[in-house]
């Protein structure tokens, strides 16, 4: 049978470029569709008015380049691997938290001086707090003398078992602990543990207790070791990489491609059907969309849906993108910051404020004298679903959540009102449809007492079809999606003859 491709790739985000590029290195053609006329998905970037925006990630992991010096950084390897370059600018400054209690930290890039700063707020606490960050540390050690590889590939995970028996035990031992469990082990302070809560809630959208400790130990640790970084140009300077690096080695991208239907035959995956009715057929399919939207709408056969509760679905969010003028903005801002204002509803739609401001490291993305600003919150399809795209009562809602949003952002950053020049505003239907996102979520999460490897991997229901993105292992996240296309790529390449390296 002639094929399209050897294999067809559902998504260009940054889970599906990802396989999708390290496949086509490797010498298996590759066409990657996507319904976007750009690629990066949640990691994409939007031009408006001068200004360059993040359209969702803006906190980037995995760009050291000291190899030494923590292991993690996978993107690093992968862009060395494709020959691609990405400039990227140094962050001093993970997030900076402004939470009640009188609780202001900024977590720096050197660790001491964070948990110095945390230890002055909590001075009874510091050997807790010293020792709660060590456990997240021999997490990261494990995890980063580890090859990245998939664990439902025996060869792999033999071969690390063999070479590193010790550390694998080890590691298997911690998948079955909780981060804000092993934090009660340490920590009393009941405020305390609101902010290791917070530490979670970050990256996770779930309290400590409901993460895992090994997904903390890459998140909480490699920003002291492999560091936070940001793409000159932007976020979406990560996709363009991740297409040349295809494009390079032969491969294809196209655009504005939906998707919709994975052609199954005698349960094995075939190909696709285009929106257009265009057939495609190829060896083996990835799919980037979220489980959902995999289960549910690409695979037609009921015998592959889902119940909406098999996995829990993390909520959607409220965006809004401001362009405005530089001098609201002080000397000495951190780019990213996490603000609460009532421990009550921080997990609420709206509670948490997640803020960054990318034009403070890299100038580039705003125009001269001006500053671009993310600000997001956690939101809900059905709080919107009542209206319509495009109606007034639709523009009415988002400029009222906006305006309460820049309210609750001056007790940080006095006169932003008067300083905003350009706003983009994205409910939940904005990133549902955008994204072609199951309800817009954010994904699936594990619920409480679940084991980080009940996580889905790559391997799906139907053979030939693989799964990359955040409905995969390890979860949430730029880096983590960046993890999930490596492990989908070395589990296909293996099973297509021709195994990958380790990067
Ligand atoms: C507001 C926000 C802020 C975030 N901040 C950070 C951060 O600071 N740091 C961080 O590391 N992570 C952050 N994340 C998370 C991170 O961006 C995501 O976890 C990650 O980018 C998801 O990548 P993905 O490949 O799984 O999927 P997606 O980004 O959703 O990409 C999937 C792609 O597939 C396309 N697609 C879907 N269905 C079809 C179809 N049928 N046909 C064709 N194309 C299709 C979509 O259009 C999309 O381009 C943030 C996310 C959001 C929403």
Known sequence: MGYSADVIIIGAGIGGLTAAALLQERGFSTITLEKNA??????????????????????????SDDDRNGSLNLHSRLFRRLGVDVPVIADPVQIHYHLPDDIDVPVYYDQERFLRSLAERFPGEEEGIREFYRELEEVYEILSSLPAGS?????????????????????????????????????????????????????????????????????????????????????????DALCRGIRKFGGQVHFRRE????????????????????????????????????????LRDSRYHIPDDKYLRAPSWFQMYLGVDASVIPDGFNVHHIFVDDWADYSMPGGTIYFSAPS?????????????????????T??????????????????????????????????????VELEVLASPLTHERYLNRYKGTYGPLLYPGQNVLQKP????????LYAAGDS????????AVTYSGVS????????????????
């Open 151 to 239: 664990l439902e590939d025996p060869v792999h995970v033999l071969s690390v078992g063999r070479q590193y028996p010790s550390l694998v035990f080890a590691l298997a031992l911690k998948t079955f602990r909780s981060m804000g469990k092993t934090a009660r082990r340490t920590i009393r302070d009941r405020k305390l543990l609101r902010f290791i809560d917070m530490e979670a809630y970050s990256w996770a959208v779930q309290d400590a207790v409901s993460t895992p400790l090994v997904n903390a130990g890459i998140c909480l640790a490699d920003r002291h070791h492999g560091g936070i970084h940001y793409p000159v140009g932007g976020a979406g300077a990560i996709p």
């Open 488 to 503: 989908c790529a070395s589990y296909i390449a293996r099973k297509l003859g021709n195994p990958l390296e380790y990067l």
């Open 457 to 464: 991997q790559n391997r799906t229901p139907v053979r030939n």
């Open 360 to 380: 403070i490291l890299d100038p580039s993305v705003a125009p001269e004298g001006k500053h671009v600003i993310h600000a997001f919150v956690t939101d809900e």
């Open 382 to 419: 059905s709080r919107w679903q009542q209206l319509r795209r495009g109606d007034r009562e639709y523009e009415k809602a988002k400029k009222k959540l906006a305006d309460e949003l820049i309210t609750r952002t001056e007790a940080l950053l006095p006169g932003l009102r008067d300083a």
């Open 259 to 298: 998707v919709t239907e994975i052609l199954v035959r005698r349960g094995k995956a075939e190909g696709v059907r285009l929106a257009d009715g265009e057939l495609l057929t190829s060896r083996a399919v990835v799919t980037n969309a979220t489980v959902w939207d995999t289960c549910n709408r690409l």
């Open 472 to 479: 995969t292992f390890p979860g949430q996240g730029v880096i």
């Open 38 to 63: 750009v690629p990066g998905g949640s990691c994409a970037a939007f031009k408006r008015g001068g200004y360059t925006f993040d359209a969702g990630a803006s906190v980037f992991y995995g760009f």
